[in-house]
């Protein structure tokens, strides 16, 4: 790549790759059932996590500051550890989640060093791993004959949270901001 669009940032230990996918998965897996207590006291349900998408939050930021070994394992194991430990997301979703989430880490974190604004590196991130989302889904509907989700769950779930990817947008840069300068003081 031309040196121009390479940002200079400085390798993290593996160690220090390590916590941060597993601080992560944490708040992955602490964000959503958060946000599912608010929801059901506000008589929202699960919606409010729905529309919110706080599990992608933590996977995005990690691959944006740990890179993308750290980004994708935090995606990858954040809703296996969720559905563990609390049944969700459901079965039916849980593939189609691993393949999104897993990609939002990788791709973010392959973008850490590129020069570009964050929020371009989130919204291709986001591009990525809704795409191929959408076409696991496709090729589970039409190839395999699965009937556990209907098609219309690719645009059902970009229309539901699209406030959550908004905020993502405005979050993320600030939050990477936040990070990255503040061992500069």
Do not use: D
Request: glycine share 10%.
């Amino acid at each position: 790549m031309n040196r121009e669009l390479i940002i200079r940032k400085p390798r993290l230990s593996v160690r220090a790759q390590t916590l941060a996918a597993l601080g992560a998965v944490a708040a992955a897996v602490l964000l959503p059932q958060l946000f599912h207590l608010l929801g059901a006291a506000a008589g929202l349900g699960s919606a409010l996590g729905e529309a919110l998408l706080p599990m992608h939050l933590p996977v995005l930021l990690v691959g944006l500051l740990a890179g993308p070994y750290a980004g994708a394992a935090a995606g990858l194991l954040s809703p296996l550890v969720s559905f563990a430990l609390t049944g969700m997301p459901r079965p039916a979703l849980l593939p189609f989640m691993v393949l999104e989430l897993a990609v939002y880490g990788l791709c973010a974190g392959l973008l850490r060093k590129v020069r570009m604004p964050v929020v371009c590196k989130v919204l291709l991130a986001q591009l990525a791993g809704r795409a191929l989302r959408a076409g696991a889904i496709l090729i589970a509907v039409y190839g395999f004959g699965s009937t556990a989700l209907p098609v219309s769950v690719i645009w059902t779930s970009v229309t539901t949270g699209l406030l959550g990817l908004v905020l993502q947008w405005a979050l993320l840069p600030l939050m990477v901001y936040r990070v990255e300068n503040a061992g500069k003081k």
